[in-house]
């Protein structure tokens, strides 16, 4: 018989077409279970052998917030800063009283007005509840030392109510600190541990490798996110610890800096994939990530304030998605200063994100060898 079949009548008819193979070839085989935890540990084991990424995702941050600190005390925390209390009401009267030993502010002035050299201004409510404060601006921490004089007065758990003579609100270094040593430790783990840890894999073949595996080429990326959002929910802990030690952050404040910390690292971390999945080596994409650090920390007002520059480029500046992100952790802690409502903030940082997340998968590419 030949490789055409015939009909019983004779006639010839025409070769049957092969009935496709529906298995699942290398690459697209549904995974077996557990495969997805296998790779999440392997790629958790592969940055926890990275000490570099560990020691600019998690150690610098952390000298960094201390070096903040030790400037601050150097530069902000002068005093005792002199104030006046005004109003003739007994609530007055006893707050210059608890203030008069000069530890950290020192009351001066009457009711009939502030003397010379006041770096503030403050008016107690009838009920005593809350403290109107006018500051003055060439005094940027008399805010700060009068929040921890409080509580040696027997005048804790009051709200501070302060403002500028200029009618801005006055700038708190720890409100500032805070958010900005969060933001650049979710941007070192975004380019140093993401980014470069991505690009190391395709030089070095490995992900190539798991492509000939069963794995979902899906999955094998998304292996590498546990690891790092568990290292950014850490990061988070750590700085809400420190806030609220600070009186900075109350529980509701908290759950709404778990939701910018979470719409954050979605934007970082698709600036370190679209990286990380089209740079061709690790020595250009540590100079791209060492160059585009600094660039954006003070471009963003996460490292120096957004105040300190020109008011025209300031406006400008703080529209970029990290000084967005910047913001938006600052409505979280108390004192801290904005620049636009938290929601716009949300909104901006998450269509930022998608789009890059949807560049970083077009862009992806499995290895570092150069198309033809």
Same mark, same amino acid.
């Given at each position: 018989?030949?490789?055409?079949?015939?009909?019983?009548t004779?006639?010839?008819?025409a070769?049957r077409?092969?009935v496709p193979?529906?298995s699942?070839?290398?690459?697209?085989?549904?995974?077996?279970?557990?495969?997805?935890?296998?790779?999440?540990?392997?790629?958790?084991?592969?940055?926890?052998?990275?000490?570099?990424?560990?020691?600019?995702?998690?150690v610098?941050?952390?000298?960094?917030?201390?070096?903040?600190?030790a400037?601050?005390?150097?530069?902000?925390?002068?005093?005792p800063?002199?104030?006046?209390?005004v109003?003739?009401?007994?609530?007055a009267?006893e707050?210059?009283?608890?203030?008069?030993?000069?530890?950290?502010?020192?009351?001066?002035g009457?009711?009939?007005?502030?003397?010379?050299?006041?770096?503030a201004v403050?008016?107690?409510?009838?009920?005593?509840?809350?403290?109107?404060?006018v500051?003055?601006?060439?005094?940027?921490?008399?805010?700060?030392?009068?929040r921890d004089?409080?509580?040696?007065?027997?005048?804790?758990?009051?709200?501070v109510?302060?403002?500028?003579?200029d009618?801005?609100?006055?700038?708190?270094?720890?409100?500032?600190v805070?958010?900005?040593v969060?933001?650049?430790?979710?941007?070192s783990?975004?380019l140093?541990?993401?980014?470069g840890?991505?690009?190391?894999?395709?030089a070095?073949g490995t +992900? #190539?490798?798991?492509?000939t @595996?069963? %794995?979902?080429?899906q999955?094998?990326?998304?292996? /590498? =996110?546990?690891?790092? *959002?568990?290292l950014?929910?850490?990061?988070?802990?750590v700085?809400?610890?420190?806030a609220?030690?600070?009186?900075?952050?109350?529980?509701?404040?908290?759950?709404?800096?778990?939701l910018?910390?979470?719409?954050g690292?979605?934007?970082l971390?698709?600036?370190?994939?679209?990286?990380?999945?089209? +740079? #061709?080596?690790?020595?250009l @994409?540590? %100079?791209?990530?060492g160059?585009?650090t600094?660039? /954006? =920390?003070?471009?963003? *007002?996460v490292l120096f304030?957004?105040?300190?520059m020109p008011?025209g480029?300031?406006?400008?500046?703080?529209?970029?998605?990290?000084a967005?992100l910047?913001?938006?952790?600052?409505?979280?802690?108390?004192?801290?200063?904005?620049?636009?409502q938290?929601?716009l903030?949300?909104l901006?940082?998450?269509?930022t994100a998608?789009?890059? @997340?949807? %560049?970083?998968v077009?862009?992806f590419?499995?290895?570092?060898?150069?198309?033809?």
């Amino acid at each position: 018989m030949s490789a055409l079949d015939t009909s019983p009548t004779g006639t010839r008819t025409a070769p049957r077409a092969p009935v496709p193979d529906d298995s699942p070839g290398p690459g697209t085989a549904a995974p077996p279970p557990g495969q997805f935890k296998a790779l999440a540990k392997g790629m958790t084991k592969e940055l926890v052998r990275d000490p570099m990424a560990l020691f600019f995702s998690v150690v610098f941050p952390v000298l960094l917030a201390g070096l903040f600190v030790a400037i601050m005390q150097l530069t902000w925390a002068g005093g005792p800063y002199k104030i006046a209390v005004v109003g003739s009401g007994t609530q007055a009267t006893e707050l210059r009283d608890a203030l008069g030993d000069g530890s950290k502010v020192t009351a001066v002035g009457s009711p009939r007005g502030a003397p010379e050299g006041t770096e503030a201004v403050v008016a107690p409510s009838a009920d005593g509840d809350t403290l109107r404060v006018v500051t003055d601006p060439e005094s940027p921490s008399v805010v700060s030392a009068l929040r921890d004089a409080l509580p040696q007065t027997g005048w804790d758990g009051r709200e501070v109510d302060a403002i500028g003579t200029d009618g801005s609100p006055p700038f708190e270094p720890m409100p500032f600190v805070v958010p900005g040593v969060l933001v650049f430790a979710l941007m070192s783990l975004a380019l140093s541990a993401t980014a470069g840890t991505l690009v190391s894999l395709r030089a070095n073949g490995t +992900l #190539r490798l798991l492509r000939t @595996t069963p %794995a979902r080429p899906q999955a094998i990326l998304v292996s /590498l =996110l546990p690891a790092r *959002g568990a290292l950014g929910l850490a990061l988070l802990a750590v700085a809400g610890a420190v806030a609220t030690a600070l009186g900075l952050l109350t529980p509701l404040s908290g759950l709404t800096m778990l939701l910018t910390t979470v719409l954050g690292m979605w934007l970082l971390m698709a600036v370190g994939f679209l990286l990380g999945g089209t +740079l #061709r080596s690790p020595e250009l @994409t540590n %100079a791209i990530s060492g160059l585009l650090t600094p660039l /954006l =920390l003070m471009g963003s *007002g996460v490292l120096f304030p957004l105040e300190l520059m020109p008011d025209g480029l300031a406006d400008v500046l703080s529209w970029n998605p990290v000084a967005l992100l910047g913001d938006a952790l600052r409505h979280d802690v108390s004192g801290g200063v904005t620049r636009h409502q938290q929601w716009l903030d949300w909104l901006l940082i998450a269509g930022t994100a998608a789009l890059l @997340t949807i %560049a970083a998968v077009r862009a992806f590419r499995w290895d570092t060898e150069k198309k033809n």
